[in-house]
């Protein structure tokens, strides 16, 4: 066994000496050596989880999967407010980006010679008082602007402050002062990469004249800009005397009209008698109609409108049928009285109630509306509740009809701002009609629609019969929302739907 030994042990030796030759250079050694201690310094750097994270990262996992499995389950649209917002994360990058872009928008369009007035800073205890998100400079200034855009009648330009105002006041003071200073940063510096590239090319002696020729180039500049500023505010002004023009016009014209009535007072009682008499719908539209032009008529006769515009007849027609709805509305608006008035309030299941329980649980991203993502971020559309909101300000059919195409039209300006790179077309806007309806909720919805029908639907004409149109349809889905909800919840294994949105019997009061 000795002898077996001392025979591997020089057999050994050779294998070693065969892997490592003796003439290898001392260079090559220390090359492999310190390659072999840089991959170990590598693995010596890893941190190793100890226990506890592992059993936490375990536990999140676990909480992670078991979300994963219950949120496909739900539909979007029956979410809770935390699940909700885990689906749609709200990013406050987006947010910034987004609020800069509608606020360089409302602010290229402003008057800047119009500053507003902000009241100091509350005080407490001799200190400031900043809980008050109130005292946001930037939402003044919106405010003032917003105020001169009413003024003027600027629809496109209400929409547009109105978002900027409600993307604006979500931040602080101090994110205010960033969004500022982002916007000041990019009128300072160039923006495009080749513009820089320009620069680089040009050469020292280009450099130094241009440094020379900078005093002068940036007076020009502020020449430009002052002479601009002046343009925008003399147009402003001429916009505020037009419009100043316009309501003392019509306010001149709906005197005259007052007067021309006052000597009619009589006629007037007879109409509203035999309007009394009228039970069929088609009687009482021609019967108003009758009374409008023997009105029209009597005011082409008379003497102080033998020397009117076309304007202004326009306008004394519109006084006149003013006034002549207004003396009748609950008449027009409501056949059977008392019977139309309690069931739009008070018997149950009515469009109102209907309306009002989905609006507790339709959100922008219920499957049934297929708003699309794009505008998403861009709900609940708050200024064109408040235009639809006011309908039932309005007695004439006309003015409604008004009132409903001015929130189109907001619709349409805010589907714009929020998507710069395509015109919004109707699958776009009929979607985001129906939820501006849900959440606002106007009331004798559908009462109102038989009264436009019943007095105005043969003088729509244009984007009037374009905008009523889609706003029928808009109403009729509404209408099914409940039957679609309960259909796709029974003929999936999902969970019973919300209560809220059980099916609704169909509404008995047709348009």
């Not at 130094?208 to 003399?234: F, V």
Request: hydrophobic residues 35%; aromatic residues 8%.
């Amino acid at each position: 066994m000795a002898a077996f030994r001392k025979k591997d042990k020089p057999e050994k030796e050779e294998v070693v000496s065969e892997r490592i030759p003796q003439d290898e250079p001392l260079p090559r050694q220390n090359m492999q050596d310190q390659a072999a201690e840089d991959i170990l310094d590598k693995y010596r750097n890893i941190k190793r989880p100890s226990p506890s994270d592992r059993a936490a990262a375990t536990s999140y996992d676990s909480q992670e999967v078991c979300e994963e499995d219950v949120l496909p389950n739900m539909p979007a649209d029956d979410l809770p407010d935390s699940a909700s917002q885990t689906a749609q994360p709200q990013d406050s990058k987006f947010s910034f980006s987004d609020a800069k872009k509608k606020l360089r928008l409302a602010l290229c369009s402003a008057d800047s010679v119009v500053c507003p007035i902000t009241l100091p800073a509350s005080t407490r205890n001799g200190l400031p008082d900043h809980a008050d998100h109130e005292d946001n400079e930037i939402v003044c200034f919106l405010k003032v602007q917003l105020a001169e855009a009413i003024n003027l009648q600027d629809k496109s330009q209400m929409a547009q402050i109105q978002e900027t105002t409600r993307c604006v006041s979500r931040f602080d003071a101090r994110t205010c002062r960033k969004l500022l200073a982002a916007i000041a940063e990019d009128y300072r510096y160039p923006r495009t990469r080749g513009h820089v590239q320009v620069h680089r090319l040009h050469g020292e002696r280009d450099r130094l004249q241009g440094r020379k020729r900078a005093p002068y180039i940036a007076y020009l500049t502020r020449c430009r800009q002052g002479l601009q500023t002046s343009q925008a505010h003399l147009e402003r002004l001429l916009q505020r005397v037009l419009r100043d023009k316009e309501v003392a016009n019509r306010y001149f014209t709906t005197v005259c009209v007052r007067l021309l009535l006052e000597h009619m007072e009589a006629k007037m009682q007879g109409f509203i008698r035999a309007f009394q008499g009228c039970t069929a719908a088609d009687e009482k539209t021609a019967s108003v109609e009758d009374f409008l032009r023997y009105l029209y008529g009597a005011m082409a006769h008379d003497a102080i409108w033998q020397y009117a515009s076309e304007e202004q007849l326009q306008d004394a027609q519109m006084a006149i049928e003013r006034s002549v709805m207004n003396r009748i509305f609950k008449l027009a608006f409501y056949p059977n009285q008392d019977g139309d008035i309690l069931r739009d309030q008070y018997v149950p299941l009515t469009p109102h109630e209907h309306i009002q329980r989905l609006s507790k649980v339709v959100t922008a991203n219920h499957r049934a509306l297929q708003i699309p993502e794009v505008y998403l971020k861009e709900a609940p559309w708050p200024s064109a509740q408040a235009e639809i909101r006011t309908i039932s300000a309005y007695k004439t059919p006309r003015d409604k009809v008004q009132c409903i195409l001015r929130m189109c039209s907001t619709i349409m300006n805010l589907l714009s701002l929020a998507n710069e790179d395509s015109v919004p077309g109707a699958d776009d806007f009929v979607p985001v009609l129906v939820f501006v309806l849900i959440k606002a909720n106007p009331p004798c919805l559908l009462s109102t629609i038989q009264y436009i029908n019943n007095f105005y639907a043969s003088r729509l004409t244009g984007e009037e019969c374009y905008w009523w149109m889609q706003f029928t349809a808009a109403v009729e889905f509404i209408k099914t929302i409940d039957d679609r909800k309960t259909a796709c919840a029974h003929a999936s294994t999902n969970p019973p739907p919300h209560p809220a949105l059980t099916p609704a019997p169909p509404l008995c009061h047709s348009v």
